[in-house]
């Protein structure tokens, strides 16, 4: 009888224990919410003054505070644009790669991924000198075309795309000519190459077309070049290219231009002349 009394008293006890800690956890779950939300909106305050830098370490403290909070995830996004907003790339990309990796199936997962291409896009100084950032914003650009289509974003970065994609079309460009001029016929081909089967949509293309056909008329390849102004001259005919490409294989056709420039000149001084003739 009397250990079922204190078997009684033991569950009781317990029981009471158990509400006490749940009450105490409770409590402090609110005070950390609080806090948590304290710290966020300090974030805010200091990221509208312009004090990024403390604004990020306040959104930071923020997810720390009460990391399974719907909170946490937004403080991880504000805290990239804060550093992103300072020019602070190195640091927000770390951010946005931490908040992806973490929360992989949030709803403003193609937001972080748009933002980290832009950090990425920004930070294209030099791209003859460093293609890395250039490169990994073509990446992230394409990630948002492909898994965002119908979103803003992506509508945004195909317009970056393309210029992403004209820049990478003028570097061949450039190898492309500087070859020429060491008369490294084949480099030059393999770089102009590049721009047709890759960069077929910048402006490029033309140049390019017709490069392609005066390298392999140069090194005897006749069939392979008219192939190439065949392209030229069904895209592009009106373009300055073909006309240059047209001369490739018509050596009379320069001449005779040049006979009919002289006439019109000739005509228009004839003209000009009568105009003070008594």
């Known amino acids: 009888m009397f250990l079922r009394l204190l078997l009684i008293i033991l569950i009781i006890f317990i029981n009471s224990c158990s509400k006490k800690e749940e009450k105490i956890s409770i409590i402090k779950e609110k005070q950390i919410n609080l806090q948590m939300i304290d710290a966020y909106k300090e974030g805010i305050d ?18 720390i505070l009460f990391p399974q909070s719907k909170w946490a995830s937004r403080s991880v996004l504000m805290a990239a ?35 980290l291409a832009i950090c990425h896009y920004e930070q294209i100084v030099d791209e003859k000198k460093d293609l890395g950032p250039l490169l990994n914003a073509q990446e992230e650009f394409k990630f948002v075309i492909k898994n965002y289509p119908e979103s803003d974003f992506a509508l945004d970065s195909k317009f970056k795309l393309d210029l992403i994609n004209d ?21 030059a081909i393999n770089r102009f190459k590049q721009v047709v089967e890759v960069y077929s949509t910048t402006v490029y293309i033309e140049e390019s077309l017709h490069r392609l056909v005066e390298l392999h008329y140069r090194i005897g390849l006749i069939d392979e070049a008219k192939k190439y102004a065949s392209l030229l001259g069904y895209n592009y005919q009106s373009s ?3 006309e240059a490409t047209y001369i490739i294989f018509n050596k009379d056709y320069e001449s005779s231009i040049n006979k009919i420039n002289k006439k019109k000149g000739n005509f228009i001084i004839r003209k000009f002349k009568s105009l003070f003739e008594l």
């Open 167 to 187: 820049v990478l079309a003028s570097k061949e460009i450039f190898l492309g000519r500087y070859y020429m001029k060491k008369q490294k016929w084949i480099a």
């Open 81 to 115: 644009y804060a550093y992103y907003s300072q020019d602070y790339y190195f640091d927000a990309i770390s951010e946005l790669g931490r908040f992806i990796q973490k929360y992989p199936k949030h709803e403003r997962l193609n937001y972080a991924h748009f933002l």
């Open 46 to 63: 200091a990221f509208e003054k312009g004090d990024a830098l403390f604004a990020a370490k306040k959104f930071n403290e923020a997810e």
């Open 240 to 242: 300055q290219w073909y």
